[in-house]
């Protein structure tokens, strides 16, 4: 979602909104409609498809979020999604459509698509109806004082390294050193204090595998197509488990595993494991943006 991101400094748009009928096109000739149904920052709904000759049809649901200048959401064609998560895919038309996109400050969106099974072959599409804005971003303050100090202490030491955990500064590749260093008690973190709802453990994130956004329903990351399943959410922790397109497979064939994310208000440190292990392979964290 990199390419998408907002590019400005103040956004056009606190929240956006999709609900309702809409029509996309694609640059390879097929032509998606349905309906948008929209409860904050997330959407839903129904979607059908009609490829070029007009003989192939099919329809699905989708499930995405709306965070920001950007839009990304999923569609199960056939419902294989909904019917039995991420292990059927091989329905009919089979396969799980990826849409992500950027919205203009005047709500025209367009942005690139691809089948989850074939992420490299990737095509155009844009929303025939623009978004509209539900919500401004808050103005900020006007001061007539010229502002000289925020009032903190400034903190001892040196300032802390945001790189830490990952010394490249750049996402690490699940299996490489950076991703699989020793997580301590990662894995077995207790629970923060402070309270953190399910609703602020939606939206996205920068994390040890590239952007991340989540919904309700689950969500996706940068690295191989990555998408999050999630199982339970217990106070401020999330456990389920992950899936991506490359990487090394599991004995079912698939590549995927378990996480487990501890929330504040920041974002989440966390861990994950392959396959049936438990989350202690290496470690996951997010920080909130």
């Known amino acids: 979602?990199?390419?998408?991101?907002?590019?400005?400094?103040?956004?056009?748009?606190?929240?956006?909104?999709?609900?309702?009928?809409?029509?996309?096109?694609?640059?390879?000739?097929?032509?998606?409609?349905?309906?948008?149904?929209?409860?904050g920052a997330r959407i839903s709904g129904e979607a059908t498809f009609v490829g070029r000759d007009k003989a192939s049809k099919g329809e699905g649901a989708l499930s995405g979020v709306i965070e920001g200048d950007v839009i990304r959401f999923r569609v199960a064609w056939s419902g294989d999604w909904l019917e039995c998560g991420l292990t059927c895919t091989e329905h009919f038309y089979g396969g799980i459509g990826i849409y992500e996109g950027a919205i203009t400050e005047n709500g025209d969106i367009q942005g690139k698509n691809w089948d989850y099974a074939h992420p490299d072959d990737k095509v155009d599409w844009y929303l025939t109806e623009p978004a509209k804005c539900v919500a401004q971003p808050a103005s900020p303050p006007q001061s007539d004082k010229p502002v000289t100090g925020l009032g903190k202490k400034r903190p001892s030491g040196p300032p802390p390294n945001p790189n830490a955990a990952n010394p490249g500064g750049v996402s690490a590749s699940r299996g490489s050193s950076a991703a699989t260093r020793d997580i301590g008690s990662i894995a077995g973190v207790a629970p923060q204090a402070a309270a953190v709802t399910p609703e602020m453990m939606m939206g996205m994130f920068d994390t040890t595998f590239g952007r991340m956004v989540l919904g309700r329903d689950g969500g996706t990351y940068a690295t191989n197509d990555g998408v999050i399943t999630i199982g339970k959410i217990e106070d401020n922790v999330m456990r389920g488990h992950w899936q991506e397109s490359k990487g090394r497979r599991c004995a079912d064939g698939r590549i995927w595993g378990s996480f487990r994310f501890v929330f504040t208000e920041e974002g989440f440190t966390g861990a994950y494991g392959y396959c049936e292990g438990e989350p202690n392979y290496g470690q996951w964290n997010g920080t909130r943006l």
């Open 1 to 39: 979602m990199a390419a998408y991101a907002a590019s400005g400094p103040v956004a056009a748009c606190e929240q956006w909104s999709v609900a309702g009928p809409f029509k996309i096109y694609q640059s390879n000739n097929i032509f998606v409609g349905g309906e948008f149904v929209q409860e």
